[in-house]
């Protein structure tokens, strides 16, 4: 079975500051896929990025960066120097090879304060 | 703009009431799904269908039914025997065949009982 995990329930910060959102997952396959998706108060879920389990290279975009690590089975998102237009819900989610479903955590709701 | 369209924003349920959410997309996505929202348990998986004419369920797909008659639509009809259908629910399409690539999502239709 796949699980996800995002221990983190809310984080509130000041705008500027940064905010690493943590994101543990569980599977037994060796090929899967993560993805991050952001959820803005409208409702729609954002597709931010996907990592699949044989890179393992962290990337950076803009002021979002990504580090994945086998080793610890997580798939943390950091966002630097936080803007106000950040405050949404993120979610971690997992698929498996030859599976569509996708295992999503609980989300983590990020509030950046003006 | 390619993009998935679901209708209403807002619905209201009567109890031992029937409804169906409208779910439209233009992206030429084989693979469509249904997800069901409620606060702090993150995205659970209704129904999905990679083809037309072909659906699978999901975790929690007791109380759900839906029809995938054409490519571009996949409606979700709640029924009389989901009992607590109040919820937030999320369709979302993908490439058939690419389980590594991101499922896009719709606006979501927020379903409550009257």
Redesign the interface.
Known sequence: AQK?TQAQ?EISVVEKEDVTLDCVYETRDTTY?L?W?KQPP??????LI?R?SFDEQNEISGRYSWNFQKSTSSFNFTITASQVVDSAVY?CAL????????S????TTVTVRA | DGGITQSPKYLFRKEGQNVTLSCEQNLNHD?M?WYRQDP??????IY?S?IVNDFQK?DIAEGYSVSREKKESFPLTVTSAQKNPTA?Y?C?S?IFGA??????????T?LSIL
């Open positions: 996800v329930t896929y993805f998706y409208s409702g729609e879920l954002v597709f996907r699949n979610f698929s498996r090879a030859n599976d569509y479903k996708l999503f955590g609980a989300g | 693979a799904y702090g348990q993150g995205l659970r998986l999905y990679q999901g937030f999320l979302a993908s389980e590594d690539q991101p499922q896009h999502f719709g606006d979501g927020r």
